[in-house]
Structure formats: structure tokens, C-alpha cells
């Protein structure tokens, strides 16, 4: 990998697009740190200091993770990526649902630039609803739970919608970044400026951990944290290939086929996606809890003490049945085995001892199955590591251990992603210089 890197940024061009890169990760982590016009920023800080180790941001616990911690300072890009993120998860799934949208993914590059604009529409529309729902909190005194510090100090209508506008231009404006390192620089944009907001939290939660634990807990830390993401490369890399072989057919005077090949299974075919939506829908009654006041109420207590509670197995459970539930659920929306299979019958292929059309759907439905089971145990496990460790190396609700969860399985998937970029527009060059 290293030696990747260094062969990259001795190509002109490839290090012209990764210093790129790297000016777009700066801009977006510059703007993380701008406090929004009308926001007190000393009297956010001090709120936040105050409710450190606390649960009282768990419900925005993923969405400020994904914004590297902008979105408790209310900055001009406290909504982050997200939004755009749950505009292109919704967009997916409806291309299940509505025939439209199916027959665009279909129609290749054209449609699937309509599907992006449609992305963006939603986007827009979903940070306008967040970034009201955040300010209306944040106005009330309900972001950072017992702060009574005034966060907006003026809370006329027109400031408030001031706000509301900023914010959701940081979600545009980050959005647009995002799609210029896709363009122009390495890798996937969105992708990439998740990467750099989780990875500029490690240093100062290794520091918490060290000042509240100890060095012997930290070298402890490092050592678990080192092997889980030695675990997490395994897996994602970790397919079940399925042979595939194309029969002869003549085309003209031209003899076409008779090659093998494998169909790839990834044992986690669906990626970070179950463990954004088990979260989420975790996380919504708390959220709910907040909107409806009366913080003594059974409800409210219920949720504060079974839902909310990391390090309650009530939580770990649900937390791992929802995101097995929505492994199978997202993995059999993604992958339909009647497509493949009609897509290999079309282009006269087959899978060796298993007839073509349905007989081959149902085997792909029978292995995909198979796999997605130990796929989705084992997003469970990273998922609920945190739990487990929170009370060893003394973290609040409110962070996030640096070596589990979302942040590791995103940190790793992108990096992998990378990598592999970088090392095919290696490989492309090398071939250019060896026909010239």
C-alpha cells in the first residue's frame, strides 16, 4: 500500500489529483469549524464541555459523527454529508418501487445522471427539514439537555431562518465538494469527506481515553483496536466466487465465448448501510422523547434508561436485530438472483452443474443466503463493540470509541476503496508506457 502511494505521488498527474483531494478535505474541514451567523460560539463550547460524558446528544450521536463534531457546534456545515446520504439510500429504494425510477437505472448513463439530480433535489429538502428540526431544539434549550446557557442568543423568526439558510447551503456547498474530488481528485467524494470527519476524532478521543483510564487501558486500547480493523480488512475483502462459464457462439465470421469467469458474493454485500439504519430507527424515540417535553414522563424515562443507555443489553440487542433485519432487508432490495440469472441466460452463460434461468436464480438466492447470515452477525458485533468497551475506558454517551462501530467499518471500507483506485490508475499508466 505504502509503495502504491509513493509511485502515485511520483506520477505528475495522479499527485495533482491527490493534492486536490487533499486541498477539498482542508476546505471541508475548515468550514466544519465556522460557527453560523447568529450562533453564540463561546456559550456552545461551554455547553458542550458541560454535557462531555453525558447522553444527552446520543440522538444526533451518528449525525455528528458523520460531521467530524459539527454539528453540536452548529457550524455552517453542521448537517454534513448526511442528508445527502439518506437522499441516495431513499433514491435506491425507491428504484424498487416506483417503475419510473427503475426503468432510469436501467437506461445507463443518462438515467442514472436524472437519479442524481433527483438525489440532490431530495437533498436540499431533507437539510431544510434537519437544519429546522436542529435549530428549533437548539433555540429551546433541548440540544445539549440540562445547558441553560442561550445558545442563539436572538431567537426572532428572521435569525432563526437565517440559520436554517446557512445550513442548508453548508449541505449544498458540501455536496458539490463531494462531487468534485469524484470528478477531478481520488477515490468517492462523499466517501472521502466522511473519512477525513471521523478521522480527525481519533486523536482527541485516544487523548480522552488516556487522561481518564490510564496508559495501560490506551496500550490496551490501541492493541484491540489494531486487531479489530486487521478483522474488519478480512471480511470485507472476503467473497464467495461463483463460477461462471460462457458458451462459443459464432457472431458473424467471429467466434465469440468460451471463457470462465466468477460471479463475486461479498460476505457483507451490504456494506455500512444496516448499521446507519438500525441507528437511526434506534435513536428515533429518543428524538420524539425530546420533541414532546416533560422530561419526567415514563416514556421519557423508559427510553432514557433501555434505548438510549448504550451499555444496556436492552439496547445491544435490539440494536443487532435490527441491523440483521435490515441486512436482509437491504441486501434482497440490491441484489435480485433473477436479473443475474437472466443476464447470464442472455449472454449465454452458465454456472457449471446447474441449468440456466430459474434453477440458476434459485442457487444464487440459495448462496446469497447463505452468506448474507454471517455477513450480518458479523456488522452486529463491530456495531455494538463501543457498548462494550464504553465503561472500560471511561467515555461518555455522547463519544465514540475510536477502534468499533460505524466509524471503523467506514474508515476501513473507504480506505480500501482508495487504495484500490489508486493502484488501478497505476496499473493503467504502467500499461500505456509499455504499448508506447
Known amino acids: 500500500m505504502l509503495s502504491a502511494f509513493r509511485s502515485a505521488l511520483a506520477t505528475p498527474d495522479l499527485r495533482k489529483k491527490i493534492l486536490?483531494?487533499?486541498?477539498?478535505?482542508?476546505?471541508?474541514?475548515?468550514?466544519?469549524?465556522?460557527?453560523?451567523?447568529?450562533?453564540?460560539?463561546?456559550?456552545?463550547?461551554?455547553?458542550?464541555?458541560?454535557?462531555?460524558?453525558?447522553?444527552?446528544?446520543?440522538?444526533?450521536?451518528?449525525?455528528?459523527?458523520?460531521?467530524?463534531?459539527?454539528?453540536?457546534?452548529?457550524?455552517?456545515?453542521?448537517?454534513?454529508?448526511?442528508?445527502?446520504?439518506?437522499?441516495?439510500?431513499?433514491?435506491?429504494?425507491?428504484?424498487?418501487?416506483?417503475?419510473?425510477?427503475?426503468?432510469?437505472?436501467?437506461?445507463?448513463?443518462?438515467?442514472?445522471?436524472?437519479?442524481?439530480?433527483?438525489?440532490?433535489?431530495?437533498?436540499?429538502?431533507?437539510?431544510?427539514?434537519?437544519?429546522?428540526?436542529?435549530?428549533?431544539?437548539?433555540?429551546?434549550?433541548?440540544?445539549?439537555?440540562?445547558?441553560?446557557?442561550?445558545?442563539?442568543?436572538?431567537?426572532?423568526?428572521?435569525?432563526?431562518?437565517?440559520?436554517?439558510?446557512?445550513?442548508?447551503?453548508?449541505?449544498?456547498?458540501?455536496?458539490?465538494?463531494?462531487?468534485?474530488?469524484?470528478?477531478?481528485?481520488?477515490?468517492?467524494?462523499?466517501?472521502?469527506?466522511?473519512?477525513?470527519?471521523?478521522?480527525?476524532?481519533?486523536?482527541?478521543?485516544?487523548?480522552?481515553?488516556?487522561?481518564?483510564?490510564?496508559?495501560?487501558?490506551?496500550?490496551?486500547?490501541?492493541?484491540?483496536?489494531?486487531?479489530?480493523?486487521?478483522?474488519?480488512?478480512?471480511?470485507?475483502?472476503?467473497?464467495?466466487?461463483?463460477?461462471?462459464?460462457?458458451?462459443?457462439?459464432?457472431?458473424?465470421r467471429r467466434m465469440y465465448g468460451g471463457t470462465s469467469t466468477y460471479l463475486p458474493l461479498k460476505v457483507n454485500q451490504a456494506g455500512v448501510i444496516p448499521v446507519i439504519f438500525g441507528s437511526s430507527l434506534l435513536y428515533l424515540p429518543d428524538l420524539i422523547a425530546r420533541l414532546a417535553g416533560n422530561e419526567d414522563g415514563a416514556f421519557q424515562a423508559f427510553v432514557r434508561t433501555y434505548l438510549v443507555d448504550q451499555s444496556n443489553w436492552l439496547h445491544i440487542l435490539l440494536y443487532i436485530g435490527l441491523i440483521i433485519f435490515f441486512t436482509y432487508f437491504y441486501v434482497g432490495i440490491t441484489f435480485n438472483p433473477d436479473e443475474r440469472a437472466d443476464e447470464m441466460k442472455k449472454f449465454g452463460g452458465f454456472i457449471p452443474g446447474i441449468r440456466p434461468g430459474r434453477p440458476t436464480a434459485e442457487y444464487l438466492n440459495y448462496v446469497l443466503s447463505r452468506i448474507t447470515l454471517p455477513g450480518s452477525l458479523y456488522l452486529g458485533i463491530i456495531a455494538v463493540l463501543p457498548n462494550f468497551f464504553l465503561g472500560i475506558t471511561g467515555s461518555g454517551q455522547n463519544q465514540n470509541f475510536p477502534f468499533g462501530g460505524t466509524a471503523v467499518l467506514i474508515m476501513v471500507g473507504v480506505g480500501l476503496d482508495t487504495v484500490k483506485q489508486i493502484e488501478s490508475q497505476l496499473m493503467q499508466r504502467n500499461y500505456e508506457g509499455f504499448l508506447r
Open 20 to 252: 486536490f483531494t487533499l486541498g477539498i478535505v482542508a476546505i471541508y474541514r475548515l468550514g466544519a469549524n465556522i460557527p453560523s451567523p447568529g450562533v453564540s460560539y463561546p456559550n456552545v463550547q461551554e455547553c458542550i464541555r458541560q454535557v462531555e460524558g453525558g447522553d444527552n446528544a446520543g440522538v444526533y450521536s451518528l449525525i455528528n459523527l458523520f460531521s467530524g463534531g459539527a454539528l453540536l457546534q452548529l457550524s455552517i456545515l453542521a448537517l454534513g454529508i448526511m442528508p445527502y446520504i439518506t437522499a441516495s439510500i431513499i433514491v435506491q429504494l425507491l428504484t424498487v418501487v416506483i417503475p419510473r425510477f427503475e426503468q432510469l437505472k436501467k437506461e445507463g448513463q443518462s438515467g442514472q445522471n436524472k437519479l442524481t439530480q433527483y438525489t440532490r433535489y431530495l437533498t436540499i429538502a431533507l437539510a431544510i427539514l434537519q437544519a429546522t428540526g436542529i435549530v428549533a431544539l437548539a433555540d429551546r434549550g433541548q440540544l445539549f439537555g440540562n445547558c441553560t446557557l442561550p445558545i442563539i442568543p436572538d431567537s426572532g423568526i428572521f435569525s432563526l431562518t437565517i440559520i436554517v439558510i446557512v445550513m442548508t447551503a453548508g449541505t449544498a456547498v458540501v455536496m458539490w465538494l463531494g462531487e468534485q474530488v469524484t470528478e477531478r481528485g481520488i477515490g468517492n467524494g462523499m466517501s472521502l469527506l466522511i473519512f477525513a470527519s471521523i478521522a480527525h476524532r481519533i486523536p482527541a478521543e485516544g487523548k480522552n481515553i488516556l487522561d481518564n483510564s490510564g496508559p495501560l487501558v490506551f496500550a490496551g486500547v490501541c492493541f484491540f483496536g489494531l486487531a479489530i480493523i486487521a478483522s474488519v480488512v478480512f471480511v470485507e475483502q472476503g467473497q464467495r466466487r461463483i463460477p461462471v462459464q460462457y458458451a462459443k457462439r459464432m457472431v458473424g
